[in-house]
Structures are given as structure tokens and as C-alpha cells.
């Protein structure tokens, strides 16, 4: 079966590309639906490196405004003007972004020819900021040097599919029918019970994934990342860096592990690292010693969300 909620990372460095390495990005694809979260220097050309089709992108998310987060944005939106894009775009981010973007377009004279929406997040408060057809995105508050959001894609409830064969031998009325789509006993007039349970199939597990880059360990993510299907949290440095990390308000690999043990995630997937480390190998080590379910990100790789 071909996956169909999926990530794809564009960019897994910090602050500058190194060691083959590109600054943060990564595309979200749930059906038919392309998230692009965060834009880091260069990644429109990681898009078409890896063959991802940046034209069915129409929502972009970024956290917050320190470069290595948005400066591929001005190139992105750019080319999709010069490749006659007039389908509408949207981003989501933190106050000045619109700012930023316009006043660069202002000053080259650009005008695109598509529609395109800023939505300014809240870095204070957690907030449904996108619904789909079958997915939504949440943002919510991290903690960082800057006013930083992170975000969620979660699949919305599905409706149940009916055993058909036990429908025709029941022949329950179509009220309860409506009811056990819905997930719902149904009981009659006359007092007789119809459980959903023994007409429908059982509820498919619904599939999550949260993006949190850039924090300090911070436990107070852990409400908001309970039970995600897969995290990609930042792990900027190692155990021995761990005061760098809270100057710079970052954290470790280890205190990734802690985090998505606390909050009981299906996968940890690590990222945004530090230019100072070449091999990460051991990185994986120190994660590992806290939550075994925890791997490495590799631009490039494709992880499938189930």
C-alpha cells in the first residue's frame, strides 16, 4: 500500500548548511494535501532535488523568524511567480513576516500573479489554524529566543465503515444506520438496542505528527505532543553541551528522548543540528538511552506517519 500520510525532510541543520547538511525544512503530505513546514536557505532547490512536486503545495507554516527558518521563502515565492503559478497560497507565521516578504517585493517591483494570504500565529496560545478534508493543523507556544510556534497535522475523525453483511441480517432501521457512521449505539421506540460495535467495522487508529523546532527542553510541550504518531523535535546539541543549550535556548538529544517518552509518541525523529557535529552517530546513542523509538533525520528520506 503507498503511503499516504507521509514526511519528507528538505533541511535537518541549524543556523548555517554544513557537512552536506541544509537548514530546516520539510514537506507534510496527507492524501493530496502538501504542507511545506519552515523554508530554510535553498529550499526550493532541496524540492527539486528530491522530487517533491512543490506546485500542489498550498499551505506554508513557519516558526518563527530566525533565518535559517524563512530565507528560502523570498526565492520560493519568486519562482513560483516566474512558473506562472496562479493557484493561491497561504502562510502561516509569526508577526512581521508579511513585512518582511512584501517589503522585499515592494523594493524589486515584483508582482505576483497568484494569491497569496499571511495568517499571523499566536505564540502564546495553542490554536487550530488550518482544517482540510480529513486533517487539520494546530499550532502551539515553545520556547525559544523568539516569539516560536510549533505544529501539529492531525487526521479528523473518519466516519465508520458498516459490515454490510451484518446490516442485511439485522436489518436494523436507517436511523441507526445514520447512528453507527456516526460511531453511535442507536436504540429503537420499542426499547431494542442496535450496538454500533456489531455493525461497524472497528475505528481506524488515527495517525498524528508534530514538528517542535525550535526549544529549550521545555515539559510543558508534553500536553501538547501526547500520543503523536511521530515527533520530529529539535536535538541541536549533545549531553556535553547542555549549558550551550539553554543560553541558546536549545536542547539536547537526550532531552528530545525525555520529551517524547514523557509524552508516550509512537516515533522520535531528531533534527535541526548543530554544525558542530559531522558524525552524528553518537547523538543517536545519547537519544536511544532514553527512548528507543528514536532515529535520526536524513534529508532526502521520506517517513511514513502511522
Not at 517589503?103 to 495568517?119: A, C, D, K, V
Not at 514523557?262 to 536511544?288: I, P, T
Request: one cysteine or more; charged letters at 25%; aromatic letters at 10%.
Amino acid at each position: 500500500m503507498i503511503p499516504d500520510f507521509e514526511v519528507t525532510i528538505l533541511g535537518n541543520t541549524s543556523s548555517i548548511p554544513v557537512h552536506g547538511r541544509n537548514p530546516t525544512a520539510q514537506v507534510v503530505r496527507y492524501h493530496k494535501d502538501y504542507f511545506l513546514i519552515d523554508c530554510g536557505e535553498g529550499t526550493q532547490i532541496q524540492l527539486q532535488r528530491f522530487k517533491v512536486k512543490s506546485s500542489r503545495i498550498e499551505n506554508i507554516f513557519i516558526s518563527h523568524l530566525h533565518g535559517d527558518h524563512y530565507l528560502g521563502l523570498v526565492g520560493l515565492l519568486s519562482s513560483y511567480n516566474l512558473n506562472g503559478r496562479t493557484k493561491p497560497l497561504t502562510i502561516f507565521g509569526p508577526k512581521g513576516l508579511d513585512e518582511i516578504i512584501t517589503t522585499q517585493f515592494r523594493w524589486s517591483n515584483t508582482r505576483l500573479g497568484y494569491p497569496l494570504e499571511f495568517i499571523q500565529t499566536n505564540p502564546h496560545h495553542s490554536e487550530v489554524i488550518l482544517e482540510k478534508q480529513g486533517v487539520k493543523v494546530i499550532s502551539f507556544p515553545m520556547k525559544h529566543r523568539l516569539p516560536t510556534t510549533g505544529f501539529k497535522v492531525l487526521e479528523k475523525e473518519r466516519k465508520r465503515r458498516l459490515i454490510k453483511e451484518k446490516l442485511e441480517e439485522a436489518n436494523p432501521p436507517i436511523e441507526a444506520i445514520k447512528a453507527f457512521r456516526e460511531g453511535k449505539d442507536y436504540s429503537s421506540d420499542s426499547g431494542k438496542t442496535y450496538l454500533v460495535d456489531d455493525f461497524a467495522y472497528p475505528e481506524p487508529k488515527l495517525r498524528s505528527y508534530a514538528f517542535c523546532s525550535d526549544t529549550i527542553y521545555d515539559e510543558g510541550l508534553v500536553p501538547y505532543l501526547q500520543d503523536m504518531s511521530l515527533l520530529y523535535h529539535e536535538s541541536t546539541f549533545m549531553d556535553d553541551q547542555q549549558e550551550r543549550a539553554k543560553i541558546t535556548y536549545h536542547s539536547t538529544a537526550r532531552e528530545a528522548a525525555k520529551i517524547a517518552k514523557m509524552a508516550n509518541v509512537g516515533e522520535l525523529l531528531l533534527g535541526h543540528f548543530s554544525s558542530r557535529y559531522n558524525d552524528l552517530s553518537e547523538m543517536l546513542v545519547e537519544a536511544k538511552s532514553e527512548f528507543e523509538k528514536s532515529i535520526l533525520s536524513e534529508q532526502g528520506q521520506t517517513y511514513s506517519i502511522s
